[in-house]
């Protein structure tokens, strides 16, 4: 049973253009979702995080939208830039005594020059 | 700031041999580290967390046994998968945690088990 999902696979955007990444969770419970850009054969790197009781939060040409009501998060790119490219990785956290973070399967973006 | 260091990046061994895995914050102290396991072209799956000096609370499915998890300090945590068979090869990460923070990733290890 997914808790994170992250329905496409795959997106190419062209250079200059906004890239949005999707993200949809089941659990309520989440209190804290996580955006992470991952390269082949390196380890994730965190990009940009944003708290449940927020519905916005930026940071440079990143920006992630959540809307509580519809269990959905999104990732805006913008210009996206070839080095944009890589698998990005939605997460959601689950308050326990660990912080318990869950990974949705990722999105492939592709930033065409 | 915020480095993980996940060493080995690649190993190859027989099977039958344990291999042991190392994850290091080397510029702050994680009071939590994590181990997951990523199969090609699926997401990292949790297998593990620890705190410094207390056991790992393993997920649903995972082996305690088999993939032995000690985090010793604030900064070292270490995997050793024992009696490694073909089916354990696989890509395995680490992340490392302070409280309140993100997690950090290291930038894995690819387990080759011939």
């Known amino acids: 049973d997914q808790q994170v999902k992250q329905n496409s696979p795959s997106l190419s955007v062209q250079e200059g253009r906004i890239s949005i990444l999707n993200c949809d969770y089941t659990?309520?419970?989440?209190?804290?979702f996580l955006w992470y850009k991952k390269y082949p054969a390196e380890g994730p790197t965190f990009l940009i995080s944003?708290?449940?009781?927020?519905d916005k939060n930026e940071d440079g040409r990143f920006t992630v939208f959540l809307n509580k009501s519809a269990k959905h998060l999104s990732l805006h790119i913008v210009p996206s830039q070839p080095g944009d490219s890589a698998v990005y990785f939605c997460a959601a956290r689950m308050k326990t005594s660990y912080d318990k973070v869950i990974f949705g399967p990722g999105t492939s973006l592709s930033v065409i020059p | 700031g915020a480095v993980v260091s996940q060493h080995p990046s690649w190993v190859i061994c027989k099977s039958g041999t344990s291999v042991k895995i190392e994850c290091r914050s080397l510029d702050f102290q994680a009071t939590t580290m994590f181990w997951y396991r990523q199969f090609p072209k699926q997401s990292l799956m949790l297998m593990a967390t620890?705190?410094?000096?207390?056991?790992?609370?393993?997920e649903q499915g995972v082996e305690k046994d088999k993939f032995l998890i000690n985090h010793a300090s604030l900064t070292l945590s270490t995997l050793t998968v024992t009696s490694a068979h073909p089916e354990d090869s696989s890509f395995y990460i680490c992340s490392a945690q302070e409280p309140n923070q993100p997690q950090h990733f290291g930038d894995g290890t690819r387990l080759s088990i011939l």
């Open positions: 620890s705190n410094e000096g207390s056991k790992a609370t393993y």
């Open positions: 659990n309520s419970m989440f209190d804290y």
């Open positions: 944003i708290s449940s009781i927020k």
